[in-house]
């Protein structure tokens, strides 16, 4: 009879091999329970607006730019936080949670130690409602984790993951363990006193791992080497160490889009890049250079055709602009050269209206420090406040936005309904605005 091998998972779940580098993990016990939606300052708001969380914890969505919606869009995937108040260490866990937007229950459906303010556990759905993904801390390394939801099984895989393949067949991911290393949040847990770093300029053995789903197979896509030699002037970057960190595949599954820093080894600032690859590693192109992001920017994310990014620019040296450019840079324009960019942008497949929000110390925000999430008619160049909303203000932070609270309008996959978070009364909270009747 063969052995099985077994270790800790987070909660003191235990983890069996099933294969070389999978393990089947138990599921927690099931605590399905009903709760109250609840209408935020109807009346007052551009289309009907909902908190979908109960009122008794933290609870987060994923980012701007990962559907939270299943792909039915019955559901809702949450992460709710054991506390808000402090950076989480290693050991503590939070609840991956599955919200039933028909029947208004949530359900905890795993435990996980790897999660962080910005991202929560990052979840991404599958391509159906059967299979939620989540990020965990597994034998010491951030791993993706597949999470079963008619059967319950669990299986954590061999890689990390930043980003599921729009056809769940791969999942890609710069190591969790080092995210840290240029800003906190969007990784794993990490002893604070001595964050993982890595020691050369360009590794030619670091970078974008990506791991089959079928096969279980980990591979080096690109390394960090392999996209400094596509910067441009990369003499510029002496004296800085590299790293990856956004990695998203467009929605047609052809390219993937990654964020490149590089941090100085003892002062000043940060120079990054844009640059997109096929989706085997291959055709390398510099989409927009640190020269150009240095006069301001931020969030590139896929424009839903696949083929351009929209990002916050100054392409005139001064005011914030939303603007898009194709994968290799070219293609350039500004979207709108009336009203000021900012915030996290996405905009919906026929390209008309883009959702962003703000941060709490942009020039759009109110005195009292609420919000706005914003929508913007691209064809008539005007901007729509869906709702104004308070994000805690950094209130309590500890620099460096390790636990700032950002809205991170997120569409759903119909471009119906926008998801964000918020904390009009101090606990952080999920919401949905239903556009459907105003678009």
């Known amino acids: 009879m063969r052995r099985r091998a077994f270790l800790r998972t987070s909660a003191g779940l235990i983890a069996g091999t099933v294969g070389p580098g999978v393990w089947a993990v138990a599921k927690p016990a099931s605590d399905k329970r009903s709760f109250t939606v609840r209408p935020y300052r109807p009346g007052e708001t551009f289309g009907k607006v909902t908190c979908v969380t109960p009122d008794d914890g933290f609870y987060l969505h994923t980012f701007y730019d990962i559907c939270p919606f299943s792909p039915s869009q019955r559901y809702l995937a949450v992460t709710r936080f054991p506390f808000q108040d402090r950076q989480p260490n290693p050991g503590d866990t939070a609840d991956v ?24 556990a990052n979840l991404n759905w599958g391509r159906t409602d059967r299979h939620l993904y989540t990020n965990d801390l597994i034998d010491g390394r951030g791993v993706a984790v597949r999470l079963d ?36 949040g969007y990784g794993v847990p990490v002893d604070w006193k001595n964050v993982p770093r890595l020691s050369v300029m360009a590794s030619p053995d670091e970078g974008l791992w990506k791991t089959d789903l079928r096969t279980n197979q980990k591979q080096l896509l690109v390394s960090v080497a392999d996209l400094y030699e596509r910067i441009r002037d990369p003499q510029s970057l002496a004296n800085m160490v590299c790293y990856l960190f956004h990695s998203k595949f467009n929605r047609q599954n052809t390219r993937i889009m990654e964020v490149f820093r590089a941090i100085p080894r003892a002062t000043g600032r940060q ?19 640190h020269g150009l992001w240095s006069k ?43 009203h000021p960019g ?16 703000a941060y709490s110390s942009e020039g759009v925000v109110p005195p009292n420090k609420e919000v706005p999430i914003r929508l913007l008619d691209t064809a008539a160049d005007e901007v729509e406040v869906v709702c104004h909303i308070y994000t805690l203000g950094r209130k309590g932070d500890l620099g460096r936005g390790t636990l700032r609270l950002d809205p991170h309008p997120a569409w759903s996959r119909d471009f119906k309904k926008v998801c964000f978070n918020g904390a009009p009364d101090g606990r952080r909270q999920v919401f949905i605005a239903d556009l459907s009747g105003v678009l």
């Open 97 to 120: 949670c599955v919200i039933d937007l028909e029947s208004h229950t949530i359900e905890t459906v795993y435990m996980t130690k790897g999660w962080g303010f910005q991202l929560g």
């Open 296 to 338: 301001g920017g931020h969030h590139p994310n896929w424009h839903p055709d696949g083929e351009h990014l929209i990002m916050n620019l100054r392409p005139h040296g001064n005011k914030l602009l939303f603007c898009e450019y194709r994968y290799d840079g070219s293609d350039f324009r500004v979207i709108s050269e009336k």
């Open 149 to 184: 939801l008619e059967t319950g099984e669990a299986k954590a895989f061999a890689g990390p993951m930043y980003h599921i393949a729009p056809d769940e067949s791969s999942v890609i991911g710069f190591p969790l363990e080092l995210m840290n290393s240029t800003q906190f």
């Open 271 to 289: 120079k990054l890049s844009v640059l997109t690859f096929k989706t085997d590693g291959s055709d390398i192109k510099l989409a927009i250079d």
């Open 342 to 357: 900012g915030g996290h942008p996405s905009i919906t497949a026929d390209g008309k209206y883009l959702v962003t929000d």
